[in-house]
């Protein structure tokens, strides 16, 4: 429906999709989950965007015959995105001079008043690392200090950045609330891989483009600076060692910037990141809702963006 939206009747319509690249793309990914049988994963989506233009070089929305609602388009579909909306809270916050890549961040128990209770943000691992900076607690993904920072940005202007990044938001910032720094809310990968392609390209975003349409005009919806500093963190493998260690699946032997990211009980894991030239995005999960077993960010999707990535 998308690539026939500006065509008349009967007019050919070429896709953007690269036919080496999508092959590809299928069999990583079918590879990868039957690699993970046993730890109760059945679908994953995978899409490639290029920076530039906007174009989809790749969409694998279903696992097909491993799956059991292979008829969902995971590409489509609204899942908790975890910590993947990190990158862009830090923007936020260092666009309006809040924080620098260097400021302190406590990553300590922290228990947080709300209407509802108080809130007791947890990291990953359920340790605590003291005094770290922003670039650490980002590329080391802890929750913490995001929360910390969500606090100062507040969650109603964190979502106005989102929505304006292109995020299809259903709620309001105070609807999420404090969790919406660890990814409570629900977006399709599609928008938010798009997102992630606005980082790269200085925080300018565009809608993707499925064919050889008239591309729309880029708009400012992230600070530049904030949005390079941002993504040299991304790509700053000695700050992300703390909690991926040094030899990580996340290095790539060129310059890439990349995040990991996984929802409450384990029901979604994504990782997603940038060259100079692309985006390249992966969901791995349940679309019924289970939860999988034993899938952290580094065993989950990042092996499957890395050799796409690599591709």
Request: charged share 15%.
């Amino acid at each position: 429906r998308q690539l026939l939206r500006h065509a008349a009747p009967g007019e050919p319509v070429q896709s953007t999709v690269s036919a080496p690249l999508q092959r590809v793309a299928l069999q990583t990914l079918t590879r990868h989950l039957r690699e993970l049988a046993g730890r109760n994963v059945q679908d994953a989506a995978l899409v490639v965007l290029d920076n530039a233009s906007g174009e989809v070089l790749a969409w694998v929305g279903s696992s097909g015959p491993l799956s059991q609602a292979a008829e969902v388009d995971g590409v489509l579909a609204l899942r908790q995105p975890g910590s993947t909306l990190k990158p862009f809270l830090y923007a936020q916050a260092i666009a309006e001079k809040r924080l620098t890549a260097a400021s302190l961040l406590h990553d300590s128990p922290a228990q947080i008043a709300t209407a509802g209770g108080l809130y007791i943000p947890q990291n990953y691992d359920r340790q605590f690392k003291g005094w770290v900076s922003v670039r650490q607690a980002l590329a080391a993904s802890l929750n913490v200090p995001a929360v910390r920072t969500l606090v100062m940005v507040t969650p109603d202007a964190f979502f106005a950045q989102l929505r304006a990044l292109g995020l299809p938001l259903a709620e309001s910032g105070g609807y999420y609330g404090y969790s919406l720094a660890l990814g409570s809310s629900e977006v399709p990968l599609l928008h938010l891989t798009n997102a992630y392609r606005a980082l790269a390209n200085g925080g300018r975003a565009s809608p993707v483009a499925f064919a050889a349409t008239p591309r729309p005009a880029f708009t400012q919806a992230l600070d530049a600076g904030a949005a390079f500093i941002v993504g040299d963190i991304l790509a700053d493998a000695n700050a992300r060692v703390p909690t991926f260690g040094s030899d990580s699946v996340l290095n790539t032997r060129f310059w890439s910037a990349v995040k990991t990211g996984t929802s409450k009980d384990m029901r979604d894991n994504w990782c997603i990141g940038f060259s100079d030239r692309y985006t390249v995005a992966v969901w791995i999960g349940n679309l019924e809702g289970d939860s999988m077993r034993a899938v952290s960010g580094t065993s989950g999707a990042a092996p499957v963006w890395r050799e796409v990535m690599l591709a």
